[in-house]
């Protein structure tokens, strides 16, 4: 697909540079291990030359401490071309059926995670976000979706 269409946009969600830990927030982790996700994007950039996004879901407790910032760090500085590669910090929303024990980090703590990361050498920002004051934010709308389907079943 890559090869048809070059000009595209690609966004791997990371949520954690430790293999178990990401297997836990993204199952699928055990079927494409993002060591091996990243042999493919460091092929995709050295041939196209454009940038990779990482998505990364910062969790209050879970996955913005210090060792993960510089996991992080280490991860993309160890890149083939890691100037092509660019962090989007997702700041956490809660949403019904999510795991109770995620919590929502501070705009402060979003704010200093990403500076922490420029001042590191590697890309990154905050991603803006719409529509969580409604519950209509990332990951908001399938949880209202799940939450409608469980009331319609209980009828």
Known sequence: MVKRFPQVNITLSVHSPFPEQRATLIPLEKRFPLDDNFKILD????????RIYLAYLLI??????QEH????????KSRVRPE??????IRYNNAFGAN???KQPTKEKVIEFVSQLNLNGVHATKRTQFGSEIDAACGQFHA????TKKRKNAI
């Open 43 to 50: 092929e995709y950039v050295s041939k196209y030359k454009r």
């Open 60 to 65: 209050e407790g879970l996955n913005d401490t």
């Open 69 to 76: 910032l510089n996991a992080l760090v280490d991860m993309v």
């Open 84 to 89: 092509l590669y660019h962090i989007s910090v």
């Open 100 to 102: 109770p024990s995620y």
């Open 144 to 147: 209202e979706y799940v939450k």
